[in-house]
């Protein structure tokens, strides 16, 4: 059965709950708990092999280059999949995707777990990628349609945000202390472990939802973006630990271009289009996007520079460097209790711009770091803060970019939410990152990454409030980010 909660975006909002206290039932918390269980799966998969690569590497015989292939064997499908597996999950049934994206996740993750060589290995981190293509747009789409627009769904989003940037700061901490105590493959056995949790839950708890009519698949549209989307990430994968110098990086970033501008072309021509270009020129997806493709590379970026200064300027141990990184997260945790309540109070947009203009002024406070141990304060309290704002901006361009979107639309629009995430964790590190692994003196490397990180954002946060500033009631097009505003 097809379900739409999805409430108007007008300017005669109904009554709703108080902020502070939106009523959910037994029902909802517990639909709330298994989505988000996944999302915070998803997401600890991102960093918790991070520390365990080199002692994998030794037990499996990979290669140092070869390891690589550990995170971009997992990056590729898991992004490059995901606009295809939201648009067959409006098609054919969120649910349905949702389940098999978990089945399958659990599965693999076993297969990495129990993994007898580098193949083997391999294989099963591909298919966890598979699987969280599956479940990530499906996930997001079934909270937005099971959460009408409102306090509910910004508690909603706020608590699937904090997991998401909770999950990849827990991976890099629980990472190193699962390999130190059990191994490596305890921390693919982790995996195992959350879908084992989640899968038994999902069926009887979350509803079906797809569109009510059954529009063919675009498959050129689908070949296309999901080929442009591999290449390119791909590219930018490789490039982290090689360089832009590499034949394959160059001719990956110019097959990805091509692709994707086909594409936009097929799309333009296409009746029934896998994306539609009118929902990507809508204000708040196009500039909602953004804001949430700088916040993601910009921050990723500043966590892995950090990890470099910590340990290489300041001479921490991989313990203590998590415990940075710990502090963050339980102020991520903290940031996404109040952030629904700052965006019932100012708006989405407002919340937005104010999140990235924090994020990168600071970002610009890191610039005070010198090769003094003292400075680990500073760092912590920066980047601590720093996240809190990231935070509050994950959650704002999100409900941005879904808020007035109609209920068959939804997978849609929250593909291009986590594509844009996908991506902007992949591209930052390659593009800046590298200034500071190449330079002669760290210290230097990371400042000028920093600054050049903080330029961004604060930019970001200009175009971003220039391009939904609000307008006139008889204009045309007013921002629908401020329906999701102070209410």
């Known amino acids: 059965m097809a379900i739409d909660t999805t409430t108007s975006t007008t300017s005669t909002t109904p009554a709703r709950e108080p902020l502070d206290n939106p009523r959910l039932s037994t029902r909802d918390k ?8 996944a999302q915070f799966m998803v997401a600890l998969d991102f960093s918790v092999l991070n520390v365990a690569l080199p002692v994998l590497g030794d037990d499996l015989g990979m290669s140092r280059s070869a390891l690589q292939w550990a995170v971009t064997a997992f990056a590729l499908p898991s992004g490059g999949f995901l606009l295809l597996f939201g648009r067959i999950g409006d098609l054919y049934g969120r649910r349905r995707l949702f389940l ?39 996930g997001m789409s079934l909270l937005t349609t099971t959460f009408p627009e409102g306090p509910a769904r910004d508690r ?30 305890s921390t693919m056995g982790l995996l195992s472990v959350f879908a084992l949790i989640v899968l038994p839950l999902a069926p009887g708890l979350l509803p079906e939802s797809r569109t009510p009519d059954r529009p063919r698949l675009d498959v050129p549209g689908a070949i296309t973006v999901t080929g442009g989307l591999l290449s390119l990430i791909y590219a930018l994968s490789t490039a982290a630990d090689h360089g832009f110098g590499r034949a394959d990086v160059i001719t ?24 539609s ?17 700088v916040t993601f590379s910009m921050m990723s970026t500043v966590i892995f520079v950090l990890t470099l200064y910590l340990q290489e300027v300041l001479r921490l141990s991989a313990f203590e460097t998590g415990l940075v990184f710990g502090f963050q997260g339980v102020l991520s945790a903290v940031a996404g209790t109040y952030a629904p309540k700052v965006i019932g109070r100012f708006g989405a947009r407002r919340t937005l711009v104010g999140s990235l203009a924090g994020q990168g002024a600071l970002i610009a406070a890191l610039l005070g770091l010198n ?3 003292w400075s680990v304060w500073l760092a912590t309290a920066a980047v601590s803060l720093a996240s809190m704002c ?35 964790i992949t591209v930052g590190i390659p593009i800046l990152g590298v200034l500071a692994t190449t330079s002669t003196d760290l210290l230097s490397g990371v400042h000028t990454v920093l600054a050049l990180d903080a330029a961004i954002v604060l930019a970001a946060a200009v175009l971003v409030a220039l391009g939904l500033r609000t307008r006139s009631a008889g204009g045309s097009g007013a921002v629908e980010a401020e329906a999701v505003g102070a209410r």
């Open 371 to 373: 090769s003094h141990v």
């Open 277 to 293: 270009l009118p929902m990507l020129r809508r204000r708040t997806v196009a500039w909602g996007n953004l804001g949430g493709l």
């Open 390 to 424: 990231h935070l509050g901006a994950i959650i704002s361009y999100g409900l941005t970019v879904t808020s007035g979107v109609p209920d068959e639309e939804q997978g849609l629009a929250t593909g291009l939410v986590t594509s844009t995430q996908q991506v902007g």
């Open 252 to 275: 990956t970033l110019v097959v990805g271009a091509l692709l994707l501008t086909a594409f936009a072309f097929v799309e333009s021509r296409t009746a029934q289009p896998l994306v």
């Open 156 to 185: 909603a989003l706020g608590i699937s945000g904090t997991l998401l940037s909770l999950g990849f700061t827990v991976g890099m901490v629980a990472g190193g202390v699962l390999t130190d105590a059990l191994g490596w493959r």
């Open 100 to 138: 098999t994206g978990l089945a399958l996740f659990g599965a693999a993750s076993l297969l990495a777990t129990f993994a007898w060589d580098p193949a083997s290995f391999l294989a099963g981190r591909a298919l966890q990628g598979l699987g969280a293509a599956a479940i990530v747009p499906t």
């Open 30 to 37: 517990l639909v709330l708990f298994v989505l988000c269980a």
